[in-house]
């Protein structure tokens, strides 16, 4: 087991994502476990500028600046990331489970012939290279799964590890790659930005979520009232999105976003097991709840048994009381 492992980013407006962050990170925490180099990979406008704030989680970065010109951005990655890989002879490539994300690992895995293991929840080092914890079935079972091949890319779910800075930062290399292939043109004929609160929910450090419990559209009211004295966002399940009573950007779960907040406000939300995928690592769990043997109440810090219409409200007066 001797090549390396790779962390795949991606960079948004200068920046490197917040997933991107955790992988590099990931990267690192392998890397020290396995004794084996590690590197992270940014590829677009600002690769080198966004490499030096990706260098701060310990990986050396190779920085490919190119300008995208309108191509999609997964394939100007992934077309540079195969020929680095055929180039550098990395083992392990550890990629994000955005929408970027999952394009770059499916084409790679065109590109590379290269197994992929999918919706990492956990990735530690075993004796086999990476072993992959992933939810399937709809949650109902978690399976530990390695590679047959001694290399392989790893699809990892936002949230699965805190990003953390490293006591030595890395260098950010600039590298010039030449795609051995340029992959038949696709055009992006529009981008639609969907409408979501002013801080994306995966990066609030506060979020109150509501479920079926609210009732209605309307009964999100209270729980964006509690949200804003909090100066957190709303969150949902997927049963109050289908429902239509709010948009998919506050989805929460295994078909939703994974969310890490320092607090997490689940009011009437029984807590199925696709719902507490996506936000069983958050700090302190509150559950409000009429029923004190709905599932939450096994894995919620704090459970409140009443109803959320007079809970709610008399919260937010207390939070706002407090805050003057
Ligand atoms: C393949 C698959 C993927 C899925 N993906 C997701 C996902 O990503 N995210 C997700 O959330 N779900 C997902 N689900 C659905 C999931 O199984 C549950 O159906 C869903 O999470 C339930 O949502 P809920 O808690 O809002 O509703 P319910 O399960 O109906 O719970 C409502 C709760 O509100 C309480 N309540 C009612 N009225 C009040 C009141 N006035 N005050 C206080 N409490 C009250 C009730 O006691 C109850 O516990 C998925 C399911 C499948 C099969």
Known sequence: MAGAVWAIGEIVEGAPTRLTRELATLARQLGEAAALPVAAVLVGPDAAAAGALLAEHGPDVL?????PGGRPTAAVIAERVAALVRERAPAFLLVGASNDGKDVAGILQGLLDWGVLVNGAGVRWSDRGPQVEMS????????QSTFAADR??????????????????????RVVVDPAIELAPVRVVDRVAEASAAVPIEEASVIVAGGRGVGGPEGFAVVRELADALGGVVGATRAVVDAGWIGYAHQIGQTGKSVKPQLYVAAGISGAIQHKVGMQTSGTIVAINRDPDAPIAEFADMMVVGD??????????AVRARRG
């Not at 920085?63 to 300008?67: G, K, R, S, Y």
């Not at 959320?308 to 007066?317: G, K, M, N, S």
Request: aromatic letters at 4%; charged letters at 20%.
């Open 152 to 173: 392989g890319i790893v699809i990892v779910r936002p949230s699965a590890v805190t990003a953390e800075t490293a006591p030595a930062a890395g260098q950010v290399e």
């Open 63 to 67: 920085a490919v600046e190119v300008d």
């Open 308 to 317: 959320l219409f007079e809970i709610l409200p008399r919260l937010t007066a």
């Open 136 to 143: 399937v079935f709809g949650g109902r079972l978690v399976t």
